[in-house]
């Protein structure tokens, strides 16, 4: 069982930036790849960044390239998603999850553990 507590959301203004944090609490952290997910109001979750087990690949969804980065600290059990240059659209909940499943995971049912989220707020 893999248990994930996102911190860091909060209201920015636009331009703006924050940094999230996902700690989790597993042994075996370093097994896992891990994904950072955001949902709006009204609409559906969407993926936002992922990053392998090592760290050594990350990807993006183009709405948040050159803006986002994903990181992990394996020794500290911990994902981040630093933010920068915020836009109001950005505004969502966010979440990271965890997934053993190798290569690229976009998709929500591809990840087994799911934190509890924190809420993004961009003002403009």
């Known amino acids: 069982q893999v248990q994930l507590v996102e911190s860091g959301g909060g209201l920015v203004q636009a331009g703006g930036s924050l940094r999230l944090s996902c700690a989790a609490s597993v042994r075996t952290f370093s097994s896992y790849a891990m994904g950072w997910f955001r949902q709006a109001p009204g609409k559906e979750r969407e993926f936002v960044a992922g990053?392998?087990?090592?760290?050594?690949?990350?990807y993006y969804t183009d709405s948040v390239k050159g803006r986002f980065t994903i990181s992990r600290d394996n020794a500290k059990n911990t994902v981040y998603l630093q933010m920068n240059s915020l836009k109001p659209e950005d505004t969502a909940v966010y979440y990271c999850a965890a997934t053993q499943r190798e290569g690229l995971r976009i998709a929500t049912y591809e990840y087994d553990y799911w934190g509890q989220g924190t809420q993004v707020t961009v003002s403009s």
């Open positions: 990053i392998s087990w090592s760290g050594g690949n990350t």
